[in-house]
């Protein structure tokens, strides 16, 4: 089952590699960390602080290639966590159907808060279970 | 009309904040630069050097969401040079439907670069002239 949850913290820094994200659940208590690129934090940072850009942004691209294909974004889920890697998908309503595109978390997240209300993100059940087993 | 180019140099440097991109005239001797980011210049040039990843990085996650969809990334164009800004779109043919789709230039030739074959890259005469005028 797909959890509910919020992008509750983002953590950079410009002099280490790995910068944070945080998801906490909405209806509970489980929070846990994502590891992501710089680009993709700040991307991210940007859109939750509301600053705005003239010309559109990577991500603002990624949003606007779905709309203008007549797609709308649903959500995003992040489905598995394979080798201490997480894997994401877009999920896009287009022409009746349901199209799962495969993403790293990062991009999921960063195009779910770039969507204007923000998308809901989901962390399936058993992702959530493994990584606070391991917490 | 629209010129056929091709992406002739990538000039990165961590310690700047622009970082340069130049085209070059296929059929002639025009080449001009274009200053993007370093996210899009890095995210390039990778490309160019065919470093591959094992997850898509944000522009194959562009490419991978057309093609999801059921579009064919078709080429890209620069389109416009207004106020030092040059604007770019991307082509995609959808269901007998040629989409063009707003883009800065640095996401429309870092996608053109991460489809294989490399999409072609256009400028539009208009703004060949203006930027040669300038130079």
Do not use: W
Request: hydrophobic share 40%; proline share 6%; with cysteine.
């Amino acid at each position: 089952m797909p959890v509910p949850m919020e992008l509750c913290r983002i953590m950079t820094s410009d002099i280490s590699e790995g910068q944070y994200i945080f998801l906490r659940e909405i209806d509970g208590e489980r929070t846990f960390p994502i590891v992501i690129g710089l680009f993709e934090a700040t991307s991210i940072d940007r859109r939750v602080r509301g600053v705005t850009s003239p010309r559109p942004l990577t991500h603002d691209l990624i949003v606007s290639v779905v709309e203008n294909m007549g797609g709308e974004l649903q959500d995003v889920i992040i489905s598995e966590l394979k080798d201490h890697t997480y894997y994401a998908k877009l999920r896009v309503r287009h022409d009746g159907e349901l199209i799962e595109i495969d993403a790293r978390p990062s991009d999921a997240i960063a195009v779910a808060v770039t969507c204007d209300p923000v998308l809901p993100i989901y962390v399936n059940e058993d992702v959530l279970n493994d990584v606070m087993r391991e917490q």
